[in-house]
């Protein structure tokens, strides 16, 4: 067996040991909490954000010593890291004061015109319109500004558990296929788009409006089941459109969106976005008092996540592709759909369009599955880490178990499936 052979195994080993970790970070937190010895090694274990960038690690410093620190090295520099940039730079951008309330001030006065409890209908917006917006503003963008909402709207309200993992299965499905409106938004579909010559009319045509239709069943049919507890949730938490916060000045929210939109137009670019970022952290702090705490810290965390998954998934690729190659349109869409709730969808639609040869229709099932099955963990899409980094401390023990979050995922994985399958 020679050297490369070998690396393959163990980083598909090393990989599957990453995959396992993660559904065990809240066994992780359990022993930080009650254990009176290594507390602080436990809960660092117990971090999702930081289980990819352990077992990176791990792997990298196994390729230097199966071969030579020179590789290890080279091996890096030939990954792409502009994704994990990206979602770090437009998840601080858009937790910002400014953007987060003038979506907010959209969202009430939407919920004003709905013939329902102002609560209701908030949290329905939140799972129908946030994501759909993903489509323009980015996916992690619109998970960022979603999270944030149902956060401080319901979350810290004191709903049950139930209520909470059944929020978070929706949002991440409904954030995985509402970005599918346009070529540029979600991260999967970034990896063909240009390659294949999708643009925003085929992807509208194609995969939007069923997507929405999917998106507007799987919001609807969670404010219809815990209706009674949703309604009890105290609707006065919500923005005042009179509020001081909400009397913002309009061109410190258009600078701020200017920025976003920078960012957007320039993703593929981080050179560029990096260096816009500088210069909207100077903004930020020129002009505090329009400011909350900016979310760096969990912004790097997410991408640190991100980088990891990058790490570990470039050395995937020699089991993945044979087996994408392998399959009809059918099973690629249930394959697609099941294989991106251990890998991240972007890397596994990227490996797909390596594939020589693909038809439309297997082209349409590889993405189409890769973003329906983009709820199910928080590795299955790039903007899950960002949504779970988020909302996790509102859970019991400030974990998010894995195992919860596939479960609450399923029957509107179920329904996006019916949807982008079946009509």
């Known amino acids: 067996m020679d050297s490369t052979q070998l690396i393959n195994y163990v980083g598909a080993a ?71 940039l990206f979602v770090f730079v437009i998840l601080v951008i858009a937790g910002t004061r400014p953007i987060l309330h003038s979506v907010q001030s959209l969202v009430n006065r939407l919920a004003a015109l709905l013939p329902i409890s102002p609560a209701l209908s908030a949290y329905f917006l939140c ?15 619109a998970m960022t500004l979603a999270a944030l909402m149902l956060r401080d709207r319901f979350y810290n309200k004191g709903i049950s558990q139930r209520l909470k993992y059944a929020t978070l299965g929706v949002l991440f499905v409904n954030i995985s296929i509402g970005g599918v409106l346009t070529p540029f938004a979600a991260p999967p579909v970034l990896m063909v788009a240009e390659k294949w010559q999708w643009d925003i009319a085929f992807m509208s045509g194609v995969f939007g409006w069923k997507a929405a239709i999917a998106v507007a069943i799987n919001a609807l049919l969670a404010a219809l089941l815990f209706r009674k507890q949703i309604k009890a949730v105290d609707a006065p938490g919500l923005l005042k459109l009179n509020e001081p916060a909400a009397l913002m000045p309009v061109t410190v929210i258009g600078i701020h969106y200017a920025f976003l939109a920078a960012t957007v137009v320039f993703a593929h670019y981080p050179v560029v ?24 810290r969990e912004g790097l965390l997410v991408a640190f996540f991100l980088a990891g998954l990058v790490v570990l998934g ?59 099955g983009g709820g199910l963990t928080v590795i299955a ?29 399923l029957l509107p994985t179920a329904i996006a499936a019916g949807c982008l399958f079946m009509l």
């Open 127 to 141: 799972l129908f319109l946030i994501p759909l917006l993903g489509s323009f503003i980015t996916e992690p963008a």
């Open 273 to 296: 976005f990096m260096g816009l970022f500088l210069f909207f952290l100077g903004f930020t702090d020129a002009y505090q008092r329009y400011q909350d705490k900016l979310m760096l």
């Open 314 to 372: 470039g050395k995937q690729q020699w089991w993945l592709q044979p087996i994408l190659a392998g399959m009809n349109s059918t099973i690629l869409f249930f394959g697609a759909m099941g294989l991106t709730a251990i890998t991240d969808n972007a890397a596994l639609t990227y490996l797909g369009s390596l594939v020589a040869g693909l038809s439309d229709s297997a082209k349409y099932a590889l993405v189409a599955g890769a973003v329906t």
């Open 14 to 84: 090393i990989f599957g040991l990453a995959v396992l970790h993660t559904f065990s970070t809240k066994y992780f937190l359990h022993l930080a909490h009650t254990s009176r010895h290594h507390a602080g090694l436990w809960h660092l274990l117990g971090e999702v954000e930081v289980v990819f960038g352990f077992w990176a690690l791990v792997l990298v410093t196994c390729i230097a010593l199966i071969e030579q620190q020179k590789a290890a090295i080279a091996y890096l520099e030939s990954q792409n890291f502009t994704e994990p």
């Open 381 to 409: 899409n790039a903007p899950n880490p960002a949504g779970f980094a988020i909302l996790k401390d509102s859970f019991d023990e400030q974990a998010i178990s894995p195992l919860g979050l596939l479960l609450a995922a």
